[in-house]
């Protein structure tokens, strides 16, 4: 299994407070993202990370923002948490592109926004 | 732009039953395509994948054919079992692509009865 872990795992909090998602990961990948899944959605892609202090905005980044000053860790925050920023954040790393392409995903981060 | 469209669910099967769950796919390059699958309370893995046109991807007796002709990959198996259960994902990765980007479908949730 991928050395992939993100904490916390379930989070309840309320609405405008700042938040912060880590997904940690052992396999000294270059490439990590933030995903969230919510119903009817499937997954999109909020943030990802080519490389440390590299990153670039996916296709739902508004609200968040992200960090990576070492490989091991990408952090996800949102600064003020809404009620539509309840879901489940997934972090997946990849090795590389030009190899197999896959994407090996963390447990999950459950958070509640009340 | 790239996207994938899959069937939509639940899809409600008995043991041993036939399984079909399609997948369509519109992209500018040369994708890679995947089915990835979520089991309960578990991050996404890698089901099975195929990077090429004709190409066959199989694993734990699911098969999809990359059938450039039609733009599909559809997902079957011979014979389900409960534990197959699970919410399916279709996924594709332009090849030319340097960030490794996936694009995910909804997914589609299986259940099998016994």
């Known amino acids: 299994d991928a050395g992939i872990t993100q904490s916390p795992r379930h989070k309840v909090t309320e609405t405008g407070t700042p938040v912060t998602l880590r997904c940690h990961q052992t396999?000294?990948?270059?490439?990590m993202y933030w995903y969230r899944q919510d119903p009817g959605h499937g997954l999109r892609l909020i943030h990802y990370?080519?490389?440390?202090?590299?990153?670039d905005k996916g296709e739902v980044s508004d609200g968040y923002s992200v960090s990576r000053s070492k490989t091991e860790d990408f952090l996800l925050t949102l600064e003020s948490a809404t009620s539509s920023q309840t879901s489940v954040y997934f972090c997946?790393?990849?090795?590389?592109?030009?190899?197999?392409?896959?994407?090996?995903f963390g447990e999950g981060s459950r958070l509640t926004v009340l | 732009g790239d996207s994938v469209t899959q069937m939509e669910g639940p899809v409600t099967l008995s043991e041993e039953a036939f399984l079909t769950i399609n997948c369509t796919y519109t992209a500018t390059g040369y994708p890679s395509l995947f089915w990835y699958v979520q089991y309960p309370g578990e991050g996404l893995q890698l089901l099975l994948k195929?990077?090429?046109?004709?190409d066959k991807g199989s694993n734990k007796g699911f098969e999809a054919t990359y059938r450039k002709e039609t733009t599909s990959f559809h997902l079957e198996k011979g014979s389900v079992q409960v534990s197959d259960s699970a919410v399916y994902f279709c996924a594709l990765r332009d090849r030319g692509s340097t960030l490794g980007r996936l694009y995910f479908g909804r997914g589609t949730q299986l259940t099998v009865w016994p």
């Open positions: 990370s080519y490389g440390v202090k590299d990153t």
């Open positions: 997946a790393i990849m090795s590389s592109p030009e190899a197999t392409g896959e994407l090996f």
């Open positions: 195929a990077t090429k046109a004709d």
């Open positions: 396999e000294n990948h270059r490439y």
